[in-house]
């Protein structure tokens, strides 16, 4: 089986983002979406116009977008670990799993956000901030005296 009968299964395959995000938002609502993908787009002063460039422009926000698709909307079993990393209009799902009817969400019951790792996250071995990159970045002078703490009380009146 070649990789493009593997994705007719696939609900992502040949729905345009534009169609998707109608869908969802005829069925569930703006307030929902942004509950429970946690995307802000969808909660300040939210349109379709604006939706759809925001989530072309920003991969993550789309592909949360599409996770929603698939696993609520379409009710499909959740992916993997394995299959977590690969982003959803590439997933090859199962013949055997078929879309089912939305799940039914309920506004204020959204689960607290699962963290999973990812590449975005910084490492230990990376630095964390731009100061910290120019203190590691700069060689140091060994003529300088380190410099004394500071006692606010050492020109205290006695």
Known sequence: M???????????????????LEQLVSFYGF??????TRIKCFKNNP???SSLKFL???EWARETLERFYLYKFKNLPEASEEEFDIPPRQRIIPAHQKPKEPMVLIRGEAPPPVIRPNNFHQTADK????????????PQSSNKKPA????PWANAPK
């Open 2 to 20: 070649t990789q493009e009968n593997e994705q007719l299964n696939n609900p992502l395959h040949g729905l345009k983002l534009d169609a998707l």
């Open 127 to 138: 630095p964390r901030s731009s100061s910290e990159k120019a203190r590691k970045s700069k």
């Open 56 to 58: 072309r422009k920003t």
């Open 148 to 151: 004394a703490p500071a006692d």
């Open 31 to 36: 307030d929902i979406l942004a509950e429970y």
């Open 47 to 49: 349109s379709m116009t």
